[in-house]
């Protein structure tokens, strides 16, 4: 059996260093999970983080078992939000922001095998599951890039795609703020993670 790996195959998750690329983003199934607040300060993104993987890895098993089709389970992602945009380029006030957390799954992931997976992932004592949904996300033209180094240090980075290539290539910013998590940042030093940075775009009228 052959275990794909869409981190290899979808040019979504093939973003480069140092570049900022404009690129079409198909529609995409998701988990996905909403919370509120500052990332760091653990409690509900924790829990999220966790009902993410436990489902996530429980439908990858049942995917295979079930249906004979085997994948590598994705990496965490989030889609941020706050009432002051300017919060993501400054990094200084993140208790204002809303996120969605999210882990692509394959298309043929259905709702009852979905469903199945949920229940198992909460018989066994998993939290927030129960929250969980499945979700397909259609972002579209997005900009992306991928940033090394840390979450603080992703502000200039930000600024630069907001204020200077985004107008200069007759864009307009649109949708949430869009990072997938491509290092385990509770494994890796800060200096070594590697994030995805995609923002939705459309083209100025």
Same mark, same amino acid.
Not at 92 to 105: G, N
Not at 110 to 130: C, I
């Given at each position: 059996? $052959?275990?794909?790996?869409? #981190?290899? &195959?979808?040019?979504?998750? !093939? %973003?480069k260093v140092g570049k900022?690329? /404009?690129?079409?983003?198909?529609?995409?199934?998701?988990?996905?999970?909403?919370?509120?607040?500052?990332?760091?300060?653990?409690?509900?993104?924790?829990?999220?983080?966790?009902?993410?993987?436990?489902?996530?890895?429980?439908?990858?098993?049942?995917?295979?078992?079930?249906?004979?089709?085997?994948?590598?389970?994705?990496?965490?992602?989030?889609?941020?939000?706050?009432?002051?945009?300017?919060?993501? $380029?400054?990094?200084?006030? #993140?208790? &204002?922001?809303?996120?969605? !957390? %999210?882990?692509?799954?394959?298309?043929? /992931?259905?709702?009852?095998?979905?469903?199945?997976?949920?229940?198992?992932?909460?018989?066994?004592?998993?939290?927030?599951?129960?929250?969980?949904?499945?979700?397909?996300?259609?972002?579209?033209?997005?900009?992306?890039?991928?940033?090394?180094?840390?979450?603080?240090?992703?502000?200039?980075?930000?600024?630069?795609?907001?204020?200077?290539?985004?107008?200069?290539?007759?864009?307009?910013?649109?949708?949430?703020?869009?990072?997938?998590?491509?290092?385990?940042?509770?494994?890796? %030093?800060?200096?070594?993670?590697?994030? /995805?940075?995609?923002?939705?775009?459309?083209?100025?009228?």
């Amino acid at each position: 059996m $052959t275990k794909i790996d869409f #981190k290899k &195959t979808l040019p979504s998750y !093939l %973003a480069k260093v140092g570049k900022f690329e /404009i690129i079409d983003v198909p529609p995409l199934q998701y988990l996905m999970i909403d919370g509120h607040g500052d990332p760091n300060a653990g409690g509900p993104f924790a829990e999220a983080v966790s009902a993410l993987f436990s489902v996530g890895y429980k439908l990858k098993f049942a995917s295979k078992i079930d249906l004979g089709l085997d994948y590598a389970v994705m990496p965490l992602e989030g889609l941020w939000s706050s009432a002051d945009p300017s919060t993501f $380029t400054s990094a200084l006030d #993140k208790s &204002t922001w809303d996120w969605t !957390l %999210a882990m692509m799954v394959p298309d043929w /992931i259905t709702t009852e095998l979905f469903s199945g997976a949920q229940e198992a992932a909460r018989r066994k004592g998993g939290t927030g599951v129960e929250r969980l949904r499945l979700e397909v996300l259609a972002e579209g033209r997005c900009v992306q890039i991928l940033h090394l180094g840390s979450f603080d240090e992703e502000g200039p980075v930000l600024h630069q795609l907001h204020t200077e290539f985004v107008p200069a290539n007759g864009l307009t910013l649109g949708g949430r703020h869009h990072e997938i998590y491509l290092s385990d940042f509770t494994k890796t %030093a800060p200096a070594k993670l590697r994030t /995805i940075l995609r923002q939705p775009v459309s083209v100025t009228s």
